[in-house]
């Protein structure tokens, strides 16, 4: 590659690939949700990155190439991470924490991939796609929000306690136990396991 554009149209097929094998992937982390706050966000977000596919494809087409998908590894092997929980033997409440983990590290990902994009995009004068890439951007940043908002208010204090989700109404009430997260501690950089705000 000789220049930034090549890498910007490089790097677009790679986040494509990523999106067509989360939306694959998002319907099957709502079925084995049980907490139906967590289930509506993951089914709500598989409409939306069919969305965020079309919407790359006006990406291309404004950068006058073909949306042509080059095989991500980093989604490849983050959703295999996500199977993985999805196939342990834990409970119910357990279960969601992990499935909201692996959901925020695709989310953290994917939040990466898009702002490096928008900015180079925005380097070699490609407004309109740079526009088009900061609308996903921000889509990402929410649904990132909105899971930690999930994992703090009921999920993992949920888990903690060993609840059963079964016990909770659609709407979910939250309870004012400890937020802690699914996994490591709190780190200097204010970012949790299950529960991780980003920082746009």
């Known amino acids: 590659m000789e220049s930034l554009d090549e890498l910007l149209a490089e790097e677009l097929k790679d986040i494509y690939s990523a999106e067509k094998q989360l ?17 509506t966000a993951l089914q709500e ?5 069919q969305r965020q596919i079309e919407r790359l494809e ?4 404004a950068l006058g190439k073909p ?4 095989t991500c590894k980093a989604m490849k092997g983050l959703l295999e991470e996500a ?29 990466a991939s898009y702002g490096t994009v928008r900015t180079w995009a925005r380097l070699c004068g490609q407004e309109e796609a740079a526009n088009l890439l900061q609308e996903t951007l ?25 609840g059963d989700v079964e016990e909770s109404s659609a709407g979910g009430s939250k309870k004012s136990g400890s937020k802690k997260s699914s996994g490591a501690k709190k780190s200097s950089s204010s970012k949790k ?3 991780s705000k980003s920082r746009r």
Not at 23 to 39: C, D, N, Q, T, V
Not at 45 to 49: A, K
Not at 67 to 70: N, Q, V
Not at 97 to 111: L, R, S, W
Request: glycine residues 4%.
């Open 138 to 162: 921000d889509e990402e940043s929410q649904t990132d929000e909105r899971l930690t908002e999930l994992a703090e208010s009921i999920v993992n204090p949920r888990a903690e306690e060993g």
């Open 23 to 39: 939306l694959r992937a998002l319907p099957k982390m709502a079925k084995k949700a049980s907490a139906p706050e967590l289930k």
């Open 83 to 111: 199977t993985e929980i999805m196939e342990e033997d834990a409970s119910d409440a357990v279960l969601d924490a992990g499935i909201i983990a692996a959901a925020q590290k695709v989310e953290h990902y994917e939040i």
């Open 45 to 49: 977000h598989t409409e939306m990155t």
């Open 58 to 61: 006006d990406v291309f087409e």
């Open 193 to 195: 396991t299950g529960g």
């Open 67 to 70: 949306a042509k998908a080059k």
